[in-house]
């Protein structure tokens, strides 16, 4: 991680969230957190990187996302060299699907 990433803002900022009860309170929080842009940015960049997974291409993701290019490719590289966040989120999240 980043060392200018590390600070107590941010680690009030996640002990924020990971308070958070449900989606809908999910959806409460960030709305008032973020613009509609970044929210819309970030739920594309998950999406863009579930299709990374699934191997689509570029082309497809760009299509179905509306994502470019640079944006495909840097999430492609955070799920090369990043920390694994991605993988330990989608582990996860396939973990409650077969529950």
Known sequence: MGKNLKTDAVDQLFDAIMCLKDREECYTFFED?????????LSQRFEVAKMLRDQKTYLDIAE?????TATI???NRSLNYGNDGYDMVFGRLEGKENE
């Open 33 to 41: 957190l973020c613009t509609v842009n970044e929210l819309m940015s």
């Open 64 to 68: 179905k996302t509306g994502a470019s």
């Open 73 to 75: 490719s840097r999430v």
